[in-house]
Every structure is written in structure tokens, then in C-alpha cells.
């Protein structure tokens, strides 16, 4: 399980990373080789997006993300073949992470058999209200594999009970109002919230939307167990390529560059 797994990895670092990428971005050959080289670069869990035409709590380096991978030909069926492919060669846990329409149209029985034979374990579907999801919640139960749930700033501490109730593995915490990629303020404010979430919640808590450095990952510790990095990695990936966004990646976890 998901949760087993974060747990694990907390016994030996006091906060994990995840990064996100886009299956199809720039290419699937490079995006191939992103995946492997955050990797490499220490990251300890990793959201594979499957593209969508309007991925609407993303901001404009995602969503332009989003829009060349499917007119490059990023399809479902070969987002699962990627993420089959990529959980055959790595040990860290992988979540499918797209919008509602997704799954839906694909078939929520479908969609989630097809998420576990490609070894993935869960899925974060940012659109879809708990209270109009015990479907999709029914199917990937069924598969034995995590719903992420999601908080927000406004979430108040019942909903939130009740919102940690319907999910397992983890538990996303949005920074902010807003899409991905804008500025976050790292403050009392967020640090009162993320207090309000441990208390409602048992499962491991993941913070994203607007880490951008290694001082933001630091901010995190103590406070959350999982920092969430998206839009600066692909904004990095878009202006220097795939070795830079490693070196990037590796600066947020601390991990040794090569040959070191």
C-alpha cells in the first residue's frame, strides 16, 4: 500500500519529494527520460499526468504541457503502456494524476484494471468532489488502489474529516487558491493550515502548487511529509532541457549528482 511505502521512507528522511510529469512531454521518448533521470535524481514518488484538453487546476506551463503531448499523440492506452513500461524499472511509487473526463469517458472499471496492471499505485483526479465520486472511489477500492483526496486553504477542519475519510495513501494539500505554477506565500498562514489538516488527518500529508526551491522543500519539514514539485521542473525542462531539470531536482532533494 501507498501509505506503507511513504511510511517507510519517512523513517529515514523527515520529508519526501514527489515530482510530475506530463506522459508525452515534450515527446514519449523524453519524457521517458525525465522520469528516469528525477529518478535518479532522488525523488521518491512521482505523478504521471495523463494528458487533457482542459486541465483546469493547471496553470500555463502545464496546460501548454498538457496541449503539445496530445497533439503529439499521447493517448490513454499509451500513458498506461508508459506507465507500465516505467514501473517495471523503478521502486518508487507512481500516481496517475488527470481530470474527471478522463477515467469516465474511458469507463471507471476499465480505467482503474487498466491502472493497476500498469502498476501504479493510485491516482489524484483534482476535479472530482468525494461526494459525487463513490463510483470512481467504488472501482479503485475494488483494485486495491489509493484515491488521493484533496484539501484546500478554505477546507474547513469537519470537511476535511470527512474528506480524509473517503481517500487512503496520502492526502494532497493545495497551497493556495488558485492553478499551478503561481507564487506561493510560504507563511504563518500556510503553516496554520497545514497544522488544521494534520489534526483532521492520519494519512501522510503532500503539499504542492508553487515549490519552487530548496528553501520551500525546508519550509515544509515538520510540517508536512511529502513537498510536490510540478510547474518549475517542467518550466526548467522547457528552457534547459533534461539534465537540467535533474540538476534541479537534485538540488530539492539533496541527493548526490552523479559520480560524486
Not at 482503474?112 to 501504479?120: E, L, M, T
Not at 493556495?176 to 489538516?197: H, N, P
Not at 526548467?236 to 540538476?247: Q, W, Y
Request: aromatic letters at 8%.
Amino acid at each position: 500500500m501507498l501509505e506503507e511505502q511513504i511510511r517507510r521512507g519517512l523513517r529515514h528522511k523527515p520529508l519526501l519529494v514527489m515530482s510530475h510529469i506530463v506522459i508525452g512531454y515534450p515527446s514519449f521518448r523524453e519524457s521517458w527520460a525525465l522520469a528516469r533521470s528525477m529518478v535518479d535524481a532522488g525523488v521518491d514518488l512521482m505523478e504521471l499526468q495523463i494528458p487533457f484538453s482542459e486541465p483546469m487546476a493547471d496553470g500555463p506551463v502545464i496546460l501548454a504541457a498538457n496541449q503539445q503531448a496530445l497533439e503529439a499523440g499521447a493517448t490513454v492506452a499509451k500513458c498506461f503502456e508508459f506507465a507500465r513500461e516505467l514501473a517495471g524499472q523503478v521502486s518508487i511509487p507512481l500516481l496517475f494524476m488527470s481530470y474527471y473526463n478522463i477515467p469516465f469517458r474511458y469507463g471507471l472499471d476499465r480505467f482503474a484494471a487498466a491502472a493497476k496492471q500498469a502498476g501504479v499505485c493510485g491516482a489524484i483526479v483534482p476535479d472530482l468532489p468525494f461526494e459525487e465520486g463513490a463510483e470512481y472511489l467504488q472501482a479503485m477500492r475494488a483494485q486495491q488502489l489509493d484515491p488521493i483526496m484533496l484539501f484546500a486553504p478554505n477546507t474547513s477542519d469537519e470537511r476535511m474529516q470527512r474528506i480524509a475519510a473517503q481517500g487512503s495513501g496520502l492526502v494532497y494539500c493545495v497551497a493556495r487558491k488558485g492553478v499551478t505554477g503561481q507564487k506561493t506565500e510560504f507563511s504563518e498562514d500556510l503553516t496554520a493550515y497545514l497544522a488544521r489538516a494534520r489534526r483532521a488527518c492520519q494519512l501522510p500529508l503532500a503539499v504542492g502548487f508553487g515549490i519552487k526551491e530548496r528553501a520551500d522543500v525546508d519550509f515544509m519539514r515538520g510540517k508536512a511529509d511529502i513537498a510536490v514539485v510540478g510547474s518549475e521542473s517542467l518550466r526548467v525542462l522547457k528552457e534547459s532541457g533534461v539534465r537540467a531539470t535533474a540538476d534541479f531536482i537534485r538540488g530539492l532533494t539533496g541527493a548526490p549528482a552523479p559520480g560524486a
